[in-house]
């Protein structure tokens, strides 16, 4: 019976959205627009979820219905009451399509040059060797290795890069588990879990960060240091709890973790040439926009010089993951018709919040935006969400007594950043699942569960925090 329903249920549901009338929704105002592009969401959620076609096709079914019922060069049949208040906005069809060339795509595309280039002259292993031999043999103890360089790489610089960067290290580790061995599926995750987290760590770790920042100002502002002093404890313990739920859901057969890695690095023009760009890449990422140059900038660096140079030949090209390049443009695709179209926001502001309890609010508040970050853009998510709080942290005198607007914005803005349960989540997720070795149910179980106890963390912090009048 399963076998049917995940084929026919992200037909059938979207169909009967799109055949309801605009009063059959419980938004105010609801466009015609807006009711194609919760179609859409629907079907893209039940799709990723079930996966009755490949997850990348999904991703582009996103963007082509998209471009066919809601772009301003929609099939005709479609645009009957174009102009009309009750149509709505559209959507520009180059905004739609640019999502497959997106900032984010060539960050992924500079981090595949890279991964691509390190195997290729042995980069990939020989740092391997060198950054996990402290941690013995102990599948466990060299994932933690991998977790804890992985967390502290992405609270500076990018954590696409640094899931990149990582992976490409990663590979020689999980080649030595045997096919169907767990431990395959803890080493895949325990990366971007990582590179998840450890963002928070910091007010430069993840875009959330950055804009919530925009919102603490005046009284309420919070320093660089100060910011630390709140993440970087959370961090820790966000990180040793996943640590010890992948190794419990995921535990390696594989007893030892032997790498049996022989020679030294190459010392030839072209690999020298490799290890100077991809040292170069890190360190232009690492110091932030410091140099002029933002991260999608930077990522740009290795791809032209490897394709200058020889370095990476069209045969290599065939190598790229590009069903991941699809995926994340889905993703991307999706996010921009939520906000475009106002469908999103017109969501948050139907939610009667000045009527609640403050608690219900604050609790409210996070699981909406882990909710909005699994399927948008975290940056999109804190971009629609943090305005709404702001005003709403000002105007609520019952949130004073916990907090107010700093204990709203922080625990929005966490909540932002642990949205991790799909794929689509996330890029480091994206370029995880592109490994092979982790299902979306999988990913979604975990991603489920460290996201919901880091929202409670969040609140349990932040009261303590409240006690000890440090915010």
């Known amino acids: 019976m399963y076998k049917y329903l995940k084929f026919i249920l992200p037909i059938v549901i979207p169909l009967l959205i799109l055949c309801l009338p605009l009063s059959a929704f419980p938004f105010d105002g609801m466009t015609i627009v807006q009711q194609r592009v919760a179609a859409i969401f629907v079907f893209a959620t039940l799709s990723w979820i079930l996966e009755p076609i490949p997850i990348y096709a999904t991703s582009v079914a996103i963007i082509t219905l998209e471009l066919f019922l809601v772009s301003d060069k929609a099939i005709i049949f479609f645009r009957g009451a174009e102009g009309s208040p009750q149509y709505g906005a559209v959507m520009s069809h180059i905004d739609i399509m640019a999502t497959f060339a997106s900032p984010i795509i060539m960050l992924f595309l500079g981090g595949f040059f890279l991964a691509i280039a390190a195997t290729k002259y042995r980069l990939d292993v020989n740092l ?13 103890y060299v994932m933690l290795g991998l977790m804890l360089i992985t967390g502290m790489f992405s609270m500076f610089m990018s954590n696409t890069a640094t899931t990149a960067m990582m992976l490409s290290i990663l590979a020689p580790v999980i080649a030595i588990f045997r096919p169907n061995d767990p431990g395959k599926i803890a080493f895949a995750l325990c990366i971007p879990l990582a590179a998840n987290i450890g963002g928070i760590g910091t007010p430069i770790g ?15 502002t919070i320093g660089f240091g ?20 992948i190794n419990k859901l995921f535990p390696a057969k594989q007893q030892k973790i032997e790498l049996d890695i022989q020679g030294e690095f190459l010392k030839t023009p072209k690999a020298i040439l490799v290890y100077v760009t991809f040292i170069s890449t890190i360190l232009l990422w690492l110091m932030g926009s410091s140099h002029g140059m933002n991260s999608y900038t930077v990522a740009m660096i290795p791809v032209m010089v490897f ?45 009667p919040f000045d009527s609640f309890s403050p608690y219900v609010v604050l609790i409210g508040a996070a699981f909406l935006s882990l909710t909005m970050a699994n399927f948008m853009s975290n940056t999109a998510t804190a971009n629609l969400l943090m305005p709404i709080m702001a005003a709403l942290g000002v105007s609520m005198s019952s949130l004073a007594p916990l907090g107010g607007e700093v204990t709203l914005l922080l625990v929005v803005t966490f909540a932002a950043s642990l949205g991790m349960a799909l794929p689509i989540s996330t890029p480091p997720n994206a370029l995880a699942h592109a490994t092979g070795h982790i299902q979306t149910k999988e990913m979604a179980t975990v991603g489920i569960i460290i996201g919901v106890s880091g929202v409670l963390l969040s609140f349990v912090m932040v009261w303590i925090l409240n006690l000890l009048s440090v915010i």
């Open 206 to 220: 993840t875009p959330p960060n950055a804009i919530a920042l925009k919102y603490l100002h005046g009284a309420n």
């Open 128 to 140: 391997a060797r060198v950054l996990l031999k402290p941690f013995g043999q102990n599948p466990r």
């Open 226 to 245: 100060e910011w630390m002093a709140f993440g970087v404890p959370f961090v820790i313990i966000m990180m040793a709890l996943a640590w010890v739920l």
């Open 307 to 351: 394709l200058m140079t020889g370095i990476i030949t069209k045969d290599d090209l065939k190598k790229i993951s590009w069903d991941v390049l699809w995926l994340v443009s889905g993703g991307i695709a999706l996010g921009l018709a939520l906000d475009k179209s106002g469908l999103a926001e017109l969501m948050v502001y139907s939610i």
